[in-house]
Structures are given as C-alpha cells and as structure tokens.
C-alpha cells in the first residue's frame, strides 16, 4: 500500500509564507511526476507546481515567481516553498504522486489527504 501525507499548512498572513511538504511511503519502487493541487471554496481542483523526476519544475502563472517546487528523491518527498502568500492562495493543498509499485506495470496516480492553507488579508 502507498500513501501520501501532507504537512505544513496553516494560517498566515498575506505577504507571509509557508513550506508544504509531502511524503510518500509503502512498496514503492519509483515515483515519476509529483506536483501540488490546490482547490478553493465554490472552485475546481487546479494544478499549482508540477516537478519531474529530474527535477524540471512547471509553475501556473499566478504563483510564478513566489512559489518553489522541490523534490528529494532519495527521501520520496516533494516540497512547496510559497512565498508573497496572497488571500486567494487560500484553498486546500493536495500532493500528487505518479508511483510504480513492486509487481505492477507502469504507475499510479496516487493523492494526500490535502492540507489547508489560510492566508488572512
């Protein structure tokens, strides 16, 4: 069995900043894709930072610049770096994971429990 756990939300106040982070755990034999999701009250889940197993981050245009994604391979954990928190960066965050398991071909998409971030104006 894999799981996702996310840690790290909280309330803060704008202009602030929090770090996100997410650890994978179970039979995994490797992780390719992992990005963070975020979803606001009365809004769709939408993607925020997605990195590849090499690294290569993708950012959506409204956290560019104030928003880091990371990885540490070794450990199965990605990151969330936010900073210049803004009152509509509040929604809950989800961590993503594509994961291959022992004995299974390809990978999964596998999700956390989410984690709530609160930015106060």
């Known amino acids: 069995q894999v799981q996702l756990v996310e840690s790290g939300g909280g309330l803060v106040q704008a202009g602030g900043s929090l770090r996100l982070s997410c650890a994978a755990s179970g039979n995994i034999v490797k992780i390719n894709d992992m990005g963070w999701y975020r979803q606001a009250p009365g809004k769709e889940r939408e993607l925020v930072a997605s990195?590849?197993?090499?690294?290569?981050?993708d950012y959506t245009d409204s956290v560019k610049g104030r928003f880091a994604i990371s990885r540490d391979n070794a450990k199965n954990m990605v990151y969330l770096q936010m900073n210049s928190l803004k009152s509509e960066d509040t929604a809950v965050y989800y961590c993503?994971?594509?994961?291959?398991?022992?004995?299974?071909?390809?990978?999964?998409?596998?999700w956390g429990q989410g984690t709530q971030v609160t930015v106060s104006s």
């Open positions: 990195i590849s197993s090499g690294g290569s981050p």
């Open positions: 993503n994971a594509a994961i291959q398991r022992w004995r299974m071909i390809g990978t999964v998409d596998y």
